[in-house]
């Protein structure tokens, strides 16, 4: 049984995605040449001077509103000094005192059961470039375009409890940002990332441990091993009766270890002070409330919705609802009000994620629309097809862009339905199984599915299984 | 006489080259000169000759302190870190008066990255004072101030952080004025304190300085902290005329520690202008005295973070040799600043360090407040403050340099203008039993230059002319 609780406190950085940068006219796109979005201003050439993009501050105080923050009115620029390769003016634009959300909170679902974490503030900030290395030559080269697209950063109390949580609500956070639109939310091209401080303590323990804050750390499923592989390294040195260093730890996700980078004697100093460049952020509120009036339906919001009202099963809800995609896609379906939610939302769940999974896709990447798939689903629902060839329908469907309708004629996948053709062939089967007919009679009622089974062969797999079943049940209680 | 056809915009330019041809040598004001000035006065003389409508400082000779951006001219703040630096882009300041048709001479030599008030911590050379090369030309914008006095050019732009436009003006008995902070765009000055400098014009005349600073004056979506301030024509408006203007005569700023010859020249200067109608009055700013620590904390704090973009990564002086980051880091910056520089960085990185920021850098942002307020209550019943320039006239080249305080002392009367962001002017008004030139300096509420420029025109007028005593053949 574990002796300690690990608290965890989080920093999110989410790249906004504003087409100019935050101080300057250069485009804010990734994946160009290097060094092609630049100009003097985010190179810091001599003279320069930082102009604010008043989307970004929209946009952080969007998400503000999405984490239950205080706006504040007034909020400064402020500047971080420190010496890297990549910060081209030996300081970054940031926010200290006073930035522009504070004290909020996200709550987040753990296992059914409500968690709240409080958001200490969201700020504004600058993005440095990006230093490649090149081991041929022993040199380093320096990439500009991501200097100077703009930052949030999100900041959480010490609340997160496990990995788990930090997990969830690292997800809940990116499902956020995709709904109120203002972020990509590409890991893989770093637009969101974060900084982890872990601490441990025994259970009982009021006051917090000694804290390590871990950086490096580049996807959310490697801060769920950098908290436990951190949360361990800490109690194993207390539990030897060590002593623990406040200090920060570069996370290397390929080795899953953690590596001291400094401690707190040579902790940089980055000497805050007000950015003279720039004057102070004012909104007032009817802005403020402008900014709120536009925020959409919430995840939380909707997963409520889809439990409570739509009836739907909690673990399939939250798998819609923490997806921006897919409850778009579910909610327009469900406005067709053409098939039940139910069925639309067992559709989605059994056959849509599977070859999502499967392929790896996004559900933008595939061609199928919520009125397709609401039109499988009545298919089903008017015995035109069986469930099976629903699935192969869906899934067609994903992968061309084809109409329903096509594929089952195609196929040849629509199923026989009629009275007459199925009653011939349940007579026609059952006159040959005279003997099956005798062992159900006698109790032995598992011989249905053989009987109803033999129906099917025969049909080669055209008729309704379904009906099926009703008339071959009809028939042997009939035959007294 | 451009405008009336009795002289072209090159006779003008080769006049001023023939001035530079004769005394640059003694006196190395400039840095480098503009290659196309020539060019540039022969298209204006043609658009003057077909009548286009220009501005009213077309084809006019300007001289550009070296830390004012200028595309494709070597800008060097007179540091080594910037010795071949050639800006890619222009100054708003620069696009402004190269719209107005003004020729650019040259780049003036200045105290390296403004940081000093002789000119002497240049790089490359110090810049003697036309009327005594054995004196300094005051600093930081010396080789402006001194271009201007030696008839290098006929007007020039400085840039004034906490007096180095009025200082070295006063030093070379020119007029210079640094506008209400906000006035003028900076983008494209190289940074020393942003939240203090301002970029001025000097010249010669009244008239020039107001022209100019029209010229120059206007919000730019480049500069945030510029303002949208409407600005009026100062030149058009100009009056000579002091007719129930109440002046303010600083207590503080006369003290036992000037020159008496300068307090008995503003004097009689203001005797003058009392006989033509303006009201005196002894007024006192207490906490003034207190304005240069405040200023030297507050600059020194902004420059320690302007200055760490030379880091030798993209631009400017790198060491040839090292064998890690932070040994280049180290080597670079101690090889490519001067002494003054890296005194106010580290002063700088101290004040601005967790430890002593509130000890230092939040007491001097009150008391840069509480300067604010007092000057603001005095100008509620004065319209312009009145006090000497300098404590004394140019010193000796050598004599103060390896004396930092003395040299940080020297000013004393002008950083409260930067401290509170009001305009104020160096007007000349006389020269010592020495004959060194000295000046004094008025100072107005916000955005009123025009006020400012009235005062020292009616002066000017009164007075027929400044006597600038400098043999100009």
Redesign the interface.
């Known amino acids: 049984m574990n002796k300690y609780e690990t608290i965890i406190g989080l920093e999110v950085h989410a790249e906004l995605k504003t087409k100019s940068k935050i101080y300057c006219d250069c485009k804010n796109s990734f994946g160009s040449d290097p060094n092609t979005n630049i100009c003097p201003i985010c190179m810091g050439m001599p003279g320069t001077l930082p102009s604010l993009n008043k989307k970004a501050v929209e946009y952080a105080i969007k998400m503000g509103h999405a984490l239950n923050c205080k706006i504040n009115n007034i909020s400064h620029q402020d500047r971080k000094n420190y010496f890297y390769p990549d910060l081209p003016k030996g300081y970054q634009i940031s926010q200290a005192d006073t930035p522009l959300c504070e004290n909020g909170y996200l709550d987040i679902m753990v296992e059914g059961k409500k968690r709240r974490i409080r958001i200490t503030r969201i700020h504004i900030e600058e993005d440095a470039g990006k230093l490649l290395h090149d081991n041929s030559d022993n040199n380093s080269l320096i990439d500009f375009n991501r200097c100077g697209v703009p930052l949030i950063e999100i900041v959480t109390e010490p609340d997160i409890k496990s990995s788990k949580e930090a997990n969830i609500f690292l997800d809940t956070i990116k499902a956020i940002l995709k709904y109120i639109d203002i972020s990509d939310c590409k890991m893989q091209e770093g637009s969101i990332r974060c900084d982890v401080n872990v601490s441990v303590r025994p259970y009982g323990e009021s006051l917090l441990g000694t804290r390590c804050e871990m950086k490096n750390v580049n996807s959310f499923s490697a801060a769920v091993r950098a908290i436990e592989y951190e949360s361990k390294r800490q109690i194993s040195i207390l539990e030897n009766n060590g002593f623990l260093f406040q200090e920060t730890r570069r996370w290397d996700d390929s080795k899953g270890i953690s590596i001291i980078m400094r401690t707190k004697e040579d902790m940089q100093d980055y000497r805050f002070f007000p950015e003279p460049d720039l004057c102070s952020i004012f909104t007032d509120d009817e802005t403020i409330k402008r900014i709120k009036s536009e925020i959409p339906e919430l995840p939380n919001d909707k997963l409520f919705r889809y439990t409570d009202v739509l009836c739907l099963p909690y673990n399939d809800a939250v798998l819609i609802a923490y997806s921006y995609d897919k409850a778009k896609f579910f909610d327009e379906a469900v406005k067709l009000d053409i098939c039940s939610p139910k069925s639309i939302c067992n559709k989605i769940i059994s056959d849509v994620l599977k070859y999502l999974n499967e392929s790896e896709k996004e559900l933008s990447e595939t061609y199928i629309t919520p009125q397709k798939l609401v039109r499988v689903i009545k298919e089903v629902e008017n015995g035109n097809i069986s469930n099976t060839s629903a699935s192969t329908v869906i899934k067609l469907l994903m992968e061309e862009n084809k109409e329903p309708e096509d594929i089952i004629s195609e196929r040849n996948l629509t199923q026989n339905s009629d009275e007459e053709f199925l009653l011939d062939l349940v007579n026609d089967v059952i006159a040959s199984e005279k003997k099956s007919v005798i062992d159900y009679k006698n109790g032995k009622k598992n011989v249905l599915g053989y009987i109803v089974g033999k129906c099917m062969k025969k049909s080669m797999g055209k008729a309704n299984p379904v009906k099926i079943n009703e008339i071959v049940l009809n028939i042997i209680n009939r035959e007294e | 006489m451009l405008r009336n056809k009795q002289c072209s915009a090159v006779e003008i330019l080769n006049d001023v080259n023939e001035r530079i041809d004769k005394t640059e040598n003694n006196i190395g004001a400039y840095l480098s000169f503009n290659e196309n000035s020539l060019l540039h006065a022969q298209t204006i003389d043609e658009l003057l000759a077909k009548n286009e409508e220009l501005s009213y400082l077309a084809g006019i000779p300007i001289a550009v302190k070296d830390?004012?951006?200028t595309k494709g001219i070597r800008?060097t703040?007179a540091s080594r870190m910037?010795e071949n630096?050639i800006?890619?882009?222009n100054?708003t300041v620069i696009n402004k008066i190269q719209d107005a048709g003004m020729i650019l001479t040259g780049k003036t030599n200045m105290d390296e990255f403004g940081m000093g008030s002789s000119t002497e911590t240049s790089f490359f050379k110090p810049t003697h004072n036309p009327h005594n090369t054995d004196y300094v030309p005051g600093g930081s914008s010396g080789g402006s101030s001194a271009a201007v006095a030696a008839g290098e050019s006929i007007l020039a732009l400085g840039s004034d952080t906490g007096g180095s436009v009025r200082q070295p003006s006063s030093y070379c008995g020119v007029i210079g004025l640094k506008p209400t902070y906000g006035r003028v765009s900076?983008?494209?000055?190289?940074?020393y304190?942003?939240?203090l400098e301002q970029i001025g014009p000097i010249g010669k005349c009244v008239k020039d300085v107001a022209m100019l600073q029209t010229i120059i004056s206007g919000y730019d979506?480049?500069?945030?902290?510029s303002c949208a301030h409407k600005t009026e024509d100062f030149y058009k408006l100009l009056k000579a005329d002091v007719k129930g203007l109440k002046i303010g005569i600083l207590k503080e700023y006369f003290s036992s520690d000037i020159n008496e010859e300068i307090k008995n020249s503003i004097y009689n200067t203001l005797s003058i202008l009392k006989k033509n109608g303006a009201k005196l009055k002894v007024v006192s700013i207490p906490m003034s005295v207190y304005a240069l620590n405040s200023y030297y904390i507050l600059a020194s704090?902004?420059a320690?973070?302007n200055?760490?973009?030379y880091?030798g990564?993209?631009?400017g002086y790198r060491t040839p040799e090292y064998n890690n980051?932070s040994e280049m880091?180290i080597k670079t910056r101690s090889e490519g600043f001067g002494d003054e520089v890296k005194r106010r960085i580290m002063l700088g990185?101290f004040v601005?360090?967790?430890d002593y920021?509130e000890d230092y850098?939040k007491k001097a942002k009150k008391m840069q407040a509480v300067i604010s307020n007092e000057f603001s209550d005095i100008l509620k019943d004065c319209d312009i403050l009145v006090s000497p320039t300098t404590t004394d006239t140019a010193f000796k080249i050598g004599e103060r340099i390896n004396n930092p305080i003395k040299m940080i002392n020297n000013d004393f009367l002008t950083v409260a203008a930067n401290i509170t962001g009001l305009p104020a002017i160096n007007v000349p008004c006389g020269k010592s039993s020495k004959g060194l030139p000295f000046g004094m300096q008025f100072i107005s509420n916000k955005f009123n230059e025009q006020l400012l420029l009235n005062t020292a025109y009616a002066y000017e007028t009164y007075i027929d002319g400044f006597d600038f005593g400098l043999k100009l053949d």
């Open positions: 830390n004012i951006s800008t703040c910037l630096y800006p890619p882009y100054a900076r983008f494209g000055l190289i940074a304190a942003s939240s979506k480049y500069d945030s902290t704090a902004e320690s973070s200055l760490a973009r880091d990564v993209k631009f980051l880091y990185t601005l360090s967790s920021y850098h």
